[in-house]
């Protein structure tokens, strides 16, 4: 196919493909575009007119790509990529002015811990905005960025897509929260006998605590698992709990009163990076620019990063 042969060709319908690759399926693609399925399923007739190829078979609940879509979806999603590139490069971005929606992921104690300073921020300096906040983390960050459902993710994170960017904003050390009077911090046999809360999204009962006293031959014993932060501070009221949780949520937590910090009884190394990732193809978008400006500046810590 030559230049020309371009002009036969809607780019919605390669929108409409690139959603189909993430979603496989018509329903979810048609709620993603915001489109009906009629629309959605005139699209891949078209498609599959175009590529002369069938694209996806279903299995089951689900569509599979055939190895043509994948080979297409291969060249096609970086195409994508530059062509939002090249279009956002034209644009300006007037926070004063601006009424964007800004689709972001969070992982919990992100939004509890830091998002309320940089929402009061936005709100003055932005009052046009509207963020749409999604709960991302390590697992759930790869696939939201991948299929658009956010443009850019705060967590601790792992694999990113191919085509993502990523920014290490703090890192983070592990504090004790208990509620407790007892005066004195708290003894190592004492962290061991006491009932423990964590958070944990996957509902697991162990984590890297664990892994650290496992070294020293001590266990403890948890008790309690949710799977946010909000509301942790009235869960361990008036209880014998304690909670090991990353020391900017504990600062939070600790300041709405009836809680203390504590070092942890014990000497580790362990530390966790905070990340900011985005999607490549926005790395020149003046918008997605100022936000993450904004994030870098609320949710970072270069003191940590020294």
């Known amino acids: 196919m030559n230049r020309n042969d371009l002009r036969r060709v809607d780019l919605n319908l390669l929108i409409v493909f690139e959603t189909l690759m993430h979603e496989r399926s018509v329903t979810r693609a048609a709620e993603k575009l915001f489109l009906g399925q009629p629309a959605i399923s005139a699209a891949l ?9 069938p694209l996806f078979v279903r299995t089951g609940r689900s569509m599979e ?10 060249h096609l999603s970086p195409a994508l ?12 971005f007037d926070p004063a002015t601006a009424e964007a929606v800004f689709r972001i992921g969070l992982s919990d ?10 929402l009061r921020r936005i709100r003055t300096e932005a009052p046009g905005v509207v963020l749409v906040v999604r709960r991302a983390n390590y697992l759930l960050m790869p696939s939201l960025l991948a299929s658009g459902e956010i443009s850019v993710g705060v967590s601790y994170t792992d694999e990113l897509p191919a085509n993502s960017k990523r920014k290490t904003l703090r890192r983070s050390r592990p504090k004790l929260l208990r509620a407790d009077s007892a005066p004195g911090p708290m003894s190592l046999d004492d962290f061991c006998t006491r009932p423990h809360a964590m958070v944990s999204f996957a509902g697991d009962l162990d984590g890297f605590i664990d892994e650290e006293l496992a070294v020293l031959n001590r266990t403890r014993k948890v008790v309690l ?30 300041a709405g009163g009836g809680l203390r910090v504590e ?23 003046p918008a997605e620019r100022w ?7 609320f949710v970072g810590d270069p003191d940590s990063l020294q």
Request: hydrophobic share 45%; charged share 25%; aromatic share 8%.
């Open 45 to 53: 007739a078209r498609l599959r007119s175009l590529f002369d190829d």
């Open 65 to 74: 790509p055939t190895a043509r879509a994948q080979e297409i979806f291969n």
């Open 81 to 92: 990529d530059s062509i939002s590139t090249a279009i956002s490069r034209s644009q300006s």
């Open 109 to 118: 104690e992100v939004e509890f811990a830091l998002l309320p300073p940089m």
């Open 225 to 254: 698992a949710v799977p946010q932060f909000n509301g942790l501070g009235s869960l361990l009221a008036g209880t014998d709990l304690v909670a090991t949780v990353p020391d900017y949520a504990a600062d939070v937590l600790a």
């Open 263 to 285: 070092e942890l009884p014990f000497e580790t190394e362990r530390s966790f990076e905070l990340s900011m990732a985005w999607r490549g193809a926005l790395d020149n978008d």
């Open 291 to 297: 936000l993450r400006s904004r994030i870098q500046m």
